[in-house]
């Protein structure tokens, strides 16, 4: 006797999804790949902790959640275009509100020369055929599930192109905000960003909510760095506190050229960030360094993954974690030194600090070498604040709350000290010391 | 000003003030001396609010206030403060902010205004020109790669910055060579004022060199068993610790028993 699978709103809910119209409906290649991802989506469902990428975040609860398929308003929910704003950001801004690409907030007036910046809904309108490998792409890895939902239901997202030795001036601001709807809605974005051999690019990447909801959004952002280009990418993620935000980024580095994330997690009740670099070319860099501040019940899933492919690239990775009250923090660093990358130089940090005793964080640091001559350190602890420390503070007049405040952010600093924007530095330590309960 | 009572206090179950009774007024320069483990760094913790000390009977009182029943900011706020044995390393916090935001937290504290950085800084200024301070240290984090000496002149110096009205230095000299220690001397003593106690805990003698108490007790076993002018502790310096324990026949009996 065959068992039927226990019902599961999340996918019951994507019966229909097939039958959307979404921006490049009607491309046949398009089409197909968005109906073999939903197929293949809805077949698998969602992953459990059986599966290693899963382990430590079980999906179950949200399975038992229905989304709208997208958010219908999207296009004209008021939002206050000062709520969007950075400090030391005033450059070209492409700004997408549960999803949709909203031209009235946005600045793409006066483009700098050899910058293309344009969202995806209006490229797949007008000119889809360069994205066809991209938007065509199979995700087959468990770890990869909500990418497979994300090329099946993307309809819009970030389409970003740095001519060949341009070096673009001002930082681009990619704007992500959620705002209520009817319902709990999921939304998802596809950005394709590259920059050509020699090119140079700030890129701000800005996650928010105008105002509390549930909604799910995924976001899978494919980045390419043509050999010598320079990418310096912050990731600023401040979205509802209860909403659910999966991420995939993807990363490959030409030879010379040089990669610098920054990454600062604080909103979200479940978020997973997956990040695949490939250092490709020879003599590549990647340098990421990250933070996820937790607090309350969220759960924070962040999985890198490095592959050093090409002789001497080298990849540098400071992250931490703080998680407070009953939050829990995950963070896998895998580091692959494949054959015949030698002489290169892979070092992963990370720390944790858990501020309750009812908080959990656990870390996973790997690595794998395949390689000669190669030089790799990785080490991660999970510890509490120096109470001689905060005895010290508080014997100097700080009350326990800013002493501990102060200690933390303090233990955070060594992300953001390389970050060149002074000002969106401050802005990050800010908010960061404005998440701690 | 401050008022100790027959103060007992515990650590990890063992007993280490055993009635302990002292008072200090406004002005006054007051040092506790004493062999090791008589009690004297319990007392600057139990003083300040460390965790892990436990009072099992006695009263402390600060202004009339129970200090006691104070938190160790709500201490430093009503005017204490403890000039640490071992300063802790503070990576990544930022000597001068670290300073302003206590000072200022302590300010709002009492209902005074707060000091914006300019203002900050002018008093930092004339601080250091009293401490002999290099600014240097003021750009690092607190005490971090720090000598011994500039840690311990980094205690006299927030000292300076935050004004206490009641000074603990605990065990300040130790670790200090002689040039360091009249260094740190020289700073407490332009802090000393009509208004201001100080309550000097060392081991040895050559601190009260330089800064000269009013009164000396002798702190034996938890308890005060000898109190006197300078020249006790001069007495001290050449009898040694021992020569109080002959002196006090409580003591002496107890030693014999």
Known sequence: MSQSPAPMPFIDALRDAGNLRLPGSGLAWLDAARRENLEAFITAGLPDTRAEAWKY???????????????????????????????????????????????????????PPGLSLQPLSRVLENDPEPLRFALSRHYREAGDAFARLNAALAGDGVVLRVAPGVRVGKPVHLCFAGTPAQGDAAWHVRNVIELGEGAELDLVEHHLATAQHKHLATLVSDIVVRDGAKLQHALLQNAAEESTLIRRGSMHLGAKSQATLHVLELGGALVRHDLHAELRGDQARLDTRGVFVLRGRQHVDTQLSIRHQALNTASESIWRGVADERARGVFRGAIVVAEGADGSDASLNNKNLLLSAQAEIDTKPELEIYADEVKAAHGATVGQLDERALFYLRSRGLPNAEARALLTSAFCRAVFAALPNETLRDHFSDALLAHLP | MLKIENLHARVEGKDILKGLTLTVNPGEVHAIMGPNGAGKSTLGNVLSGRDGYEVTAGSVTFEGRDLLALE??????????????????????????????????????????????????????????????????????????????????????????????????????????????????????????????????????????????????????????????????LKLEEHGYAWVNDHDPALANEARA
């Open chain 2, 72 to 233: 160790p900011e709500d201490r430093a706020a009503a005017g204490v403060f403890l000039a640490f044995q071992y300063p802790v390393e503070i990576p990544g916090v930022n000597n001068t902010y670290f300073l302003r935001a206590a000072l200022n937290a302590q300010r709002k504290q009492r209902g005074e205004a707060e000091l914006d950085s300019m203002q900050f800084l002018k008093l930092v200024r004339e601080k250091l020109k009293i401490m002999q301070i290099s600014d240097e240290l003021l750009h690092r984090a607190v005490n971090e790669g720090f000598s011994g000496g500039e840690k311990k002149r980094n205690e006299i110096f927030q000292m300076a910055v935050l004004e206490p009205k009641l000074a603990i230095l605990d065990e300040t000299d130790s670790g200090l060579d002689i040039d360091a220690l009249k260094q740190v001397a020289q700073g407490v003593n332009a802090l000393r004022s009509p208004d201001r106690a100080f309550l000097v805990i060392t081991h040895y003698q050559r601190l009260l060199d330089y800064i000269e108490p009013d009164f000396v007790h002798v702190l034996a076993d938890g308890r005060i068993v000898e109190s006197g002018d300078k020249t006790l502790a």
């Open chain 1, 57 to 111: 975040t079980a999906l179950r609860a949200l399975g038992q959640r229905r989304f709208a398929l997208g958010d219908a308003a999207a296009a004209s929910h008021p939002v206050d275009p000062y709520a969007l704003t950075l400090p030391g950001i005033d450059g070209p801004r492409l700004v997408f509100v549960n999803g949709v690409f909203r031209a009235d907030l946005s600045r793409l007036e006066a483009l």
